[in-house]
């Protein structure tokens, strides 16, 4: 009874989850689904992963560029490309990939990069601010 019973809760989950690609990603077009994930195509061409918790809520999403991909979280949080001129206005110069997730502490941020003389500098950047939250720099 039971894995019945959690079969028809992840059939169900699974089937809405491509109702959403506009939600999140305009003009998009999901081209792969799995049980909890979505990869749809951006009216650019770029693919944007979406994964979903188990009762269907938004978990994170990734993408390869930065600059180009098309996300917006909606509830109040900046799209990435409203992160991107934030940042830009700032002086940074973004590129590759990014991912948006939320942290038990800060809440939803996104991680962005950028290259300085040949090293990597990540940020988590407050999704409902566009303040950066924190800066790593790899070695």
């Not at 959403?20 to 990869?39: A, F, H, L, T, W």
């Not at 991909?69 to 990014?98: N, Q």
Request: cysteine-free.
């Amino acid at each position: 009874m039971k894995s019945a019973v959690l079969i028809i809760i992840t059939f169900l989950a699974s089937i809405s989850y491509a109702d959403r690609e506009n939600q999140y990603v305009p003009g998009g077009q999901v081209v792969q689904q799995k049980s909890d994930e979505i990869v749809v195509k951006d009216p650019k061409g770029n693919l944007i992963e979406i994964e979903f918790t188990i009762s269907g809520t938004l978990e994170e999403a990734s993408g390869n560029s930065v600059t180009e991909d098309t996300f917006e979280p909606g509830e109040g949080m900046l799209s990435l490309s409203e992160i991107v001129s934030k940042l830009k206005a700032g002086g940074k110069s973004l590129s590759g990939e990014w991912s948006y997730e939320h942290g038990f502490v800060s809440g939803w941020y996104y991680e962005v990069q950028e290259f300085v003389n040949g090293r990597e500098i990540e940020y988590l950047v407050s999704a409902k601010t566009g303040e950066i939250i924190s800066t790593q720099q790899d070695d």
